[in-house]
């Protein structure tokens, strides 16, 4: 089945449930079948059947209720050139963090920022498959993308100075 | 160039998405300046434990069935889903066609196709195996309650071979091992799946032995299917197979 895991493992992030995953999976293929002849020959397959998977949780209840808690700042402004590099300790592994603490700041990161960072480092996509499976521009993608692993490190880093 | 220049590249740099060009300057930049090359290590610290987290969810096998069986099978599972059962089938086939166009494969090499693009996709990721370990004492017993079978690894002892390591694979919906060895500098996949029809489907012709240039190796042992894919030398790879082939006499 083209993509079943990746989908699957997408749909469980997005939602936070396996049983939801399980709705979305199912509900993606139907659509994916049903619209089969708006997907054009030549383009990515991939970023277009995730496109789907994605706007049919943002249009779930769960996925409401998601978009709500997304900051309102301008997320567009902040041009990737303008990351702030932390400067860390060098001791300080991230790779240290364990599993479960990489999987609570994932989970606690804003819908549009834990969707770009599981596209770019999960699924390893391009900034340009990333940008037409969320449907925004490439520098977003970069901006957002920049974002988060920023936040991922802050928030790692905090746990690791808790508990080292 | 000064590190306050590359430094905000860093990230499109291990995203692979900077130009040839930059690339190698970055490449160049980061041999002799440890600040950058301690910042570019942090990042790709974080991108692998990402990756690694990131694979939390796995669709339990009955779902995994239940959605193939309404996908491939002829009789629909239920009602909703009887007038998808064409278009569903179209859909595989699109996906399966654009696949194979793609690729430039002839369909007749599918199984192998699959395990090339396995082999080079699993090199090219951050993480190739789930479990580093060249003791096959660790590897094996990391499959347990993995996969549905079990096997054994030939002890490389005086052999020009050397595990790196193993991860979890599936082919076909169907779950399998995929061992990394290192002969040299060339690097070689083991698969191993229960056999199937539609494996041995696969097996190697004197056509196939060779695809894109790899090398392949296919055997049955014990009710096991065995495909062993690499950039190394035929005779190399025939020595690896011959190993675990022996392992079955003994």
Excluded at chain 1, 74 to 79: G, L, R, S
Excluded at chain 1, 103 to 111: C, E, K, T
Excluded at chain 1, 146 to 163: C, F, I, N, P, W
Aim: contains cysteine; proline residues 5%.
């Amino acid at each position: 089945m083209p993509l079943f895991d990746s989908m699957y493992n997408f749909a469980g992030w997005l939602s936070g449930s396996a049983q939801e995953a399980e709705d979305l999976v199912q509900e993606t293929y139907l659509k994916a079948l049903k619209g089969f002849s708006s997907f054009q020959p030549g383009t990515n397959f991939r970023a277009w059947i995730f496109r789907i998977l994605r706007n049919t949780f943002l249009t779930s209840r769960t996925g409401l209720e998601a978009l709500r808690t997304v900051p309102l700042e301008d997320d567009e402004a902040e041009a990737p050139a303008a990351v702030v590099i932390l400067d860390t300790p060098e001791s300080i592994l991230l790779e240290r963090a364990g599993q479960e603490a990489i999987q609570a700041a994932l989970s606690a990161l804003p819908v549009i920022f834990r969707e770009v960072i599981l596209l770019a480092d999960v699924e390893e996509m391009t900034y340009q498959e990333i940008a037409e499976t969320v449907s925004i521009p490439i520098g977003t993608v970069m901006s957002r993308l920049s974002r988060a692993r920023r936040t991922m490190r802050e928030v790692l880093q905090r746990a690791e100075e808790k508990h080292g | 160039m000064d590190s306050d220049t590359w430094r905000p590249k860093i990230e499109r740099y291990l995203d692979a998405e900077l130009s040839d060009e930059e690339t190698r300057a970055m490449d160049e930049h980061l041999r002799e300046c440890s600040s950058c090359a301690a910042e570019a290590l942090r990042q790709l610290q974080l991108r692998r434990g990402i990756k690694q987290a990131g694979h939390r969810y796995a669709a339990s096998p009955e779902f995994r069935r239940r959605i193939a069986a309404q996908i491939f099978s002829r009789q629909p599972v239920s009602r909703s889903w009887r007038w998808a059962t064409v278009p569903v089938a179209a859909l595989a086939l699109v996906a399966i066609t654009i696949f194979s166009l793609r690729s430039g494969r002839p369909a007749s090499n599918r199984v192998l196709a699959e395990l090339t693009d396995l082999h080079v996709a699993t090199l090219a990721a951050s993480t190739p195996v789930d479990v580093v370990s060249s003791d096959r004492h660790t590897v094996k017993p990391w499959f347990q309650g993995k996969v549905p079978f079990t096997f054994d690894l030939p002890e490389l002892a005086g052999s020009p071979f050397t595990l790196v390591g193993g991860r979890l694979t599936y082919l076909d919906q169907e779950p399998g091992a995929h061992l990394i060895y290192d002969v040299g500098k060339h690097h070689i996949s083991v698969f191993i799946f229960r056999d199937q029809p539609e494996l041995a489907g696969g097996a190697v012709t004197p056509e196939s032995s060779q695809l894109l240039n790899f090398h392949i190796e296919s055997w049955n042992s014990q009710g096991l299917r065995y495909f062993a894919v690499g950039d190394a030398s035929s005779e190399s790879i025939q020595e690896l197979a011959g190993m675990f082939k022996r392992l079955a006499k003994d």
